[in-house]
């Protein structure tokens, strides 16, 4: 079973930047479509972005298009996540999955926005 693991969260004020990375055990081209989940405190899980594997196609939630950039390296198995202009109500634990997601969660990284 592939493993996936997320780095590069943190604590940054409102209108700072930050910049995700999902690695995976495995060719991310095993994989169609990859994407970043968030899960804010008492909220569902939603997916903000998605990337298709081969064509880098991307695709975002409403609430992030214009600030976040998602992004995948095929040699390095590793897919991104630029985020920008970050607001209070982006804090939450974000995850990196297939689309739609597989039992393989890792652990989250932990963004924070706050002054």
């Known amino acids: 079973q592939v493993q996936l693991v997320e780095s590069g969260g943190g604590l940054v004020q409102p209108g700072g930047s930050l910049r995700l990375s999902c690695g995976a055990s495995?060719?991310?081209?095993?994989?169609?479509?990859m994407g970043w989940f968030r899960q804010a405190p008492e909220k569902q899980r939603e997916l903000v972005a998605s990337i298709i594997i081969s064509g880098g196609i991307t695709s975002y939630a409403d609430s992030v298009k214009g600030r976040f950039t998602i992004s995948r390296d095929t040699v390095r198995n590793t897919m991104y996540l630029q985020m920008n202009s970050l607001r209070p109500k982006d804090t939450a634990r974000y995850f990196c999955n297939a689309v739609p997601p597989r039992d393989c969660w890792g652990q989250g990284t932990q963004v924070t926005i706050s002054s």
């Open positions: 495995r060719s991310i081209f095993s994989f169609n479509v």
